[in-house]
């Protein structure tokens, strides 16, 4: 069930402002980094809760396809980070083990997709300084 607004991105928005624009002056100087990483966590998660699924099930395809794979049944929601950490994990110990030595050049351009779509949430706008 979704609650009226604000909702939980908006409300991790206004505590990540206030955790930036207020807390972060009165608080004792030694804690201020430790503030600012409070703030900028509450804004990476607003991110994630606003993108959804869509990115994980973005890469998990692209891994998928990297591996030379595909989906045999699309995940659950719930089952759905597991399966991309397990594609993940293939991928780099077929790297590891020079399966993919011939692909390199592919893999690297295709892994910068993966790559950007965890800057657009993590840091936005990073990517395009890239």
């Known amino acids: 069930m979704t609650q009226d607004r604000p909702d939980a991105p908006e409300l991790l928005d206004a ?3 206030f955790l930036f624009a207020d807390v972060r002056d009165w608080a004792p100087r030694e804690k201020r980094f430790q503030v600012l990483v409070a703030a ?3 804004a990476v998660l607003a991110r994630e809760l606003r993108a959804g699924e869509r990115p994980l099930r973005e890469d998990l395809a692209l891994l998928l396809e990297l ?3 595909s989906f045999t049944e699309a995940p659950q929601a719930s089952e759905l980070r597991q399966a991309v950490r397990a594609a ?5 110990e077929r790297l590891r083990a020079g399966e993919l030595d011939d692909r390199l050049d592919e893999l690297q351009l295709r892994l910068r997709e993966h790559v950007r779509r965890k800057l657009d949430v993590a840091r936005p706008g990073y990517a395009a300084e890239l």
């Open 15 to 17: 505590l990540a402002e």
């Open 40 to 42: 900028n966590l509450c």
């Open 67 to 69: 591996l030379g794979s």
């Open 88 to 92: 993940e994990r293939d991928l780099g």
